[in-house]
T-cell receptor
Framework: NAGVTQTPKFQVLKTGQSMTLQCAQDMNHEYMSWYRQDPGMGLRLIHY???????DQGEVPNGYNVSRSTTEDFPLRLLSAAPSQTSVYFC??????????????FGEGSRLTVL | QKEVEQDPGPLSVPEGAIVSLNCTYS??????FMWYRQYSRKGPELLMY????GNKEDGRFTAQVDKSSKYISLFIRDSQPSDSATYLCAMGRGGASGTYKYIFGTGTRLKVLA
């Protein structure tokens, strides 16, 4: 049972380049989300999905796109990378109901540097 | 004003000390309260979860929620060097159409000295 898997773990981009951060989970979770973590800012929600075909914006969605074609995968696309997008990105998934523990399962993170 | 406020620390304590970590929040719609622990260069992991005012204990950890004051705390008894990590509080509320919102604090860095 791999849990939440993120790739790549590290990436360096030049300003204006595009890329996709991959996220896959094998726990059959309905809820998946992307966060970015910056010093002094905590974890901020970028986009989330409550099921295949359903996505919505979080707190800081600008410059990012997502799609959810399967339950397992939730890729995050950077359209035109900017230095302000230098951050650590976490994918997280959940059963989607607080009736359980409300636990978000996080991946190991993807460290992105934009030059 | 941020919805969730957390003292960033860092906090250094000697081994065996009692640690108190705190968060305040402004949105009374939050129903679920969580503490996550994050080791360096790892993803956060759920440590404690509660949805009611009062105390919840799990081994050396106690989570306390005071909804009337909009204040939550995490106490660590007999702290160990292995407890050295960043602790993030998180609040959650459900919404219409199956939407869920989790808001995290900025995290408090804790170092327990052997």
């Amino acid at each position: 049972n791999a849990g939440v898997t993120q790739t790549p773990k590290f990436q360096v981009l030049k300003t204006g380049q595009s890329m996709t951060l991959q996220c896959a989970q094998d726990m059959n979770h309905e809820y998946m989300s992307w966060y970015r973590q910056d010093p002094g800012m905590g974890l901020r929600l970028i986009h989330y999905s409550v099921g295949a075909g359903i996505t919505d914006q979080g707190e800081v969605p600008n410059g990012y796109n997502v799609s959810r074609s399967t339950t397992e995968d939730f890729p995050l696309r950077l359209l035109s990378a900017a230095p302000s997008q230098t951050s650590v990105y976490f994918c997280a998934s959940s059963y989607g109901s607080f009736a359980n523990t409300g636990e978000l399962f996080f991946g190991e993170g993807s460290r992105l540097t934009v030059l | 004003q941020k919805e969730v406020e957390q003292d960033p620390g860092p906090l250094s304590v000697p081994e065996g000390a009692i640690v108190s970590l705190n968060c305040t929040y402004s949105n009374s719609a939050f129903q679920y309260f969580m503490w996550y622990r994050q080791y360096s260069r790892k993803g956060p992991e759920l440590l404690m979860y509660t949805y009611s005012s009062g105390n919840k204990e799990d081994g050396r950890f106690t989570a306390q929620v005071d909804k009337s004051s909009k204040y939550i705390s995490l106490f660590i008894r007999d702290s160990q060097p292995s407890d050295s990590a960043t602790y993030l509080c998180a609040m959650g509320r459900g919404g219409a159409s199956g939407t869920y919102k989790y808001i995290f604090g900025t995290g408090t860095r804790l170092k327990v000295l052997a």
